[in-house]
């Protein structure tokens, strides 16, 4: 089985522009959550939708938002893009309603000038 | 006080060592642990997960929750150069939906083993 997808892998963007990142789960999961990565604050909870709907979402302004589709498939879109935005962006799928265990994809590495 | 600590290393051991890795946190309404091992430039690995106090042992590895203590610990035995990696704890308050946070996370600890 296929485990989690992220595209792209490594991203260049400056200030002020916006982003979307893709996460493809595994197949049959239907939780898909995001996390952010950064050497000064390490792994950081953004949000988790399950069934198309957020259900828990972090401390993270509004700049970040995501949505999930019928497929499961996630995108997370980080507008108005700030320097302290360079991070690694791991999406998480877990297999029912219910988080058991989550399995992560190989991120996408956001670099912002 | 960040609500959970693990000292960042590096760490470093010979091979064929037993290794102690471990978290403390402050939130007493976490009831779900979880150690992840992350390689370089890549996603965070689930290695063992358990719920409330006790051991768990799959294989090399041994996790133990204390929750009067709120310290978690991560044992590796016979250790090898392949588990050289960051390990990251994790904790939940819930297992339904995550919780209203998700998972928190511990910064991690950078492990190396000496061949």
């Known amino acids: 089985k296929a485990g989690v997808t992220q595209t792209p892998r490594y991203l260049i963007k400056t200030r002020g522009q916006q982003v979307t990142l893709s996460c493809s789960p595994i197949s049959g999961h239907r939780s898909v959550s995001w996390y952010q990565q950064t050497p000064g604050q390490g792994l950081q909870f953004l949000f988790e939708?399950?069934?198309?709907?957020?259900?828990n979402k972090g401390n993270f302004p509004g700049r970040f938002s995501g949505r999930q589709f019928s497929n499961s498939r996630s995108e997370m879109n980080v507008s108005t893009l700030e320097l302290g935005d360079s991070a690694l962006y791991l999406c998480?799928?877990?297999?029912?309603?219910?988080?058991?265990?989550?399995?992560f994809g190989p991120g996408t590495r956001l670099l912002v000038l | 006080q960040k609500e959970v600590e693990q000292d960042p290393g590096p760490l470093s051991v010979p091979e064929g060592a037993i290794v102690s890795l471990n978290c403390t946190y402050s939130?007493?309404?976490?009831?779900?642990f979880m150690w992840y091992r992350q390689y370089s430039r890549k996603g965070p690995e689930l290695l063992m997960y358990?719920?409330?106090?006790g051991n768990k042992e799959d294989g090399r590895f041994t996790a133990q929750v204390d929750k009067s203590s709120k310290y978690i610990s991560l044992f590796i035995r016979d250790s090898q150069p392949s588990d050289s990696a960051t390990y990251l704890c994790?904790?939940?308050?819930?297992?339904?939906?995550?919780?209203?946070?998700?998972?928190?996370f511990g910064k991690g600890t950078h492990l190396i083993i000496q061949p």
């Open positions: 939130n007493s309404a976490f009831q779900y």
């Open positions: 994790a904790m939940s308050a819930s297992w339904s939906g995550g919780g209203a946070d998700g998972l928190t």
């Open positions: 358990t719920y409330s106090s």
């Open positions: 939708y399950f069934s198309e709907t957020q259900r």
């Open positions: 998480a799928s877990s297999p029912g309603a219910i988080q058991e265990t989550q399995y």
